[in-house]
């Protein structure tokens, strides 16, 4: 994975931090912090299974970081693992001996996603309680395995996960939708065998909640057909979704459709769910590293969410501030957030939330010398781009200007992406093979 980062006096130290992020997110460290195998016994957290009582031991998944964390789970088990199939996102594959690796499309679903979520269903449904069955899931998984229930086709979710991405839904308004739309998530997977499962989550939720996390395919779920048809009248986009998802939303709401499993439900006291890392050991990687490095480090409690644009500003002016003396913190410094804003998009308008913050941002900062904000995002994709993020400065709104470009407007159409890449600010990486949300960095020397 390369790191790269605009030119400025903070480019080294930034690479430094944000690398220190990704490395304490890497999903197979984490995975070998939690899941140990000594013979015949697996230990996961504070759980322990005899592989001698199972006749299979199997794994599937779906999520950017899920090759990664197979890769790690084929070196814990070795040849006790019998086999699986994992989906990620395309170009995020990593080689594996025992568990196939799938591409499809995020984030919009896609055919290949299809036939794999089919595959995986295939995979499972025959086990018994006599094999285990291991499930691998990162940020991701929702769109990577995309199972319409009859009546729904592949082309009527790609619509409405387009309409919602668009809508400034929270991820788990999103998720409360898909659950009531697929065969898989909300529980379903689960309800589909009989195996134990033990289901290994790379957070990409704030909260880390496992229902949230890739619409926990194995997690009874709290939400019901009428929360999904909520969220979609409150987001406007009700009337613009297709008519079959309408009418099977409906149907479920009166009673006429089988809700997801709910908790309490006896099929999940057979059901592991165990966090194996997520956004605040990345945020606390890049805390350690910024002290390391002589910083007077700030990490903020309070995960960002809400609308990107009015969540930077609010980030960005502690910067004024402190260079006016009015803030107990002294430069050299570094603010570090964590999180996962939204962006209400209103037109066509290329970008993400981590440029859409990033040039808000810029605003909040200009004139101020020597400092520097970074918003990024862990996956190294944010939104519809090949940008991870971007780095603005004090002078960048100038910069702007005197090239004649409006960075206020492109904040106005979400079209944000053109101009960093402009004003050579982005932050590429391609894929890191990790998803724990996003990092914003205030840095001021």
């Known amino acids: 994975m390369r790191l790269r980062l605009p030119a400025s006096p903070a480019r080294p130290l930034l690479r430094t931090l944000l690398a220190a ?46 090759a990664r964390m197979a890769q790690a789970l084929e070196r814990i088990l070795g040849a006790r ?109 689960a309800a589909s065998t009989d195996a134990t499962i033990i289901t290994l989550l790379l957070s990409d939720v704030l909260g880390d909640d496992p229902a949230a996390i890739g619409s926990g ?33 409906l149907s479920g709401r009166r009673g006429h459709r089988t809700e997801t499993p709910k908790p309490g439900a006896a099929r999940f006291r057979l059901v592991q769910h165990a966090i194996v890392g997520n956004n605040r050991s990345a945020l606390r990687g890049v805390a350690d590293a910024a002290e390391q490095s002589g910083l007077r480090t700030v990490l903020l409690p309070t995960a960002v969410t809400g609308e990107a644009g009015p969540a930077a500003l609010r980030f960005a002016l502690r910067a004024r501030r402190i260079a006016a003396g009015a803030d107990s913190l002294k430069p050299p410094c570094c603010v570090i957030a964590g999180g996962e804003p939204t962006v209400t998009v209103r037109g066509t308008g290329k970008g993400g939330r981590a440029q859409e913050w990033a040039a808000a941002a810029a605003i909040a900062i200009a004139g101020l010398r020597n400092v520097w904000v970074a918003a990024f995002g862990t996956d190294g994709t ?22 004649q470009l409006d960075i206020r407007r492109a904040l106005r159409r979400h079209d944000t992406y053109p101009l960093l890449k ?14 724990v949300n996003d990092l914003y960095l205030l840095l001021i020397l």
């Open 422 to 435: 402009k004003l050579n600010a982005h932050i590429v990486t391609g894929p890191t093979g990790t998803n």
């Open 81 to 189: 693992l019998d086999g699986g199939l994992v989906v990620v996102k395309h170009g995020y594959g990593a080689p594996t001996a025992r568990v196939r690796i799938v591409e499809a499309g995020h984030p919009v679903p896609d055919r290949a996603g299809l036939r794999a979520a089919a595959q995986i269903r295939n995979l499972v449904a025959p086990l018994t309680k006599r094999d285990l069955l291991i499930v691998l899931l990162s940020g991701g998984a929702s769109s990577l395995l995309p199972a319409p229930v009859p009546g729904v086709s592949l082309r009527d979710k790609q619509r409405v996960t387009e309409l919602l991405l668009r809508s400034g839904a929270t991820i788990r308004e999103i998720n409360g939708v898909r659950k009531h739309l697929s065969s898989i998530k909300g529980g379903r997977l």
């Open 217 to 249: 395919p194995t997690v009874p779920d709290p939400s019901t057909y009428a929360d999904a048809v909520a969220t979609l009248q409150r987001y406007r986009i009700w009337g613009r979704v297709p008519r079959s998802i309408r009418a099977h939303l």
């Open 21 to 66: 992020g990704l490395r304490a997110a890497d999903p197979a460290a984490a995975m070998r912090r939690l899941v140990s195998r000594r013979g015949d016994r697996l230990t996961v957290g504070r759980c322990r299974y005899d592989l001698r009582r199972y006749d299979r031991v199997l794994a599937v998944g779906a999520g950017k970081a899920s």
């Open 382 to 403: 944010d939104g519809p781009t090949d940008a991870a993020g971007a780095v603005v400065s004090g002078h960048m709104l100038t910069d702007a200007a005197r090239r």
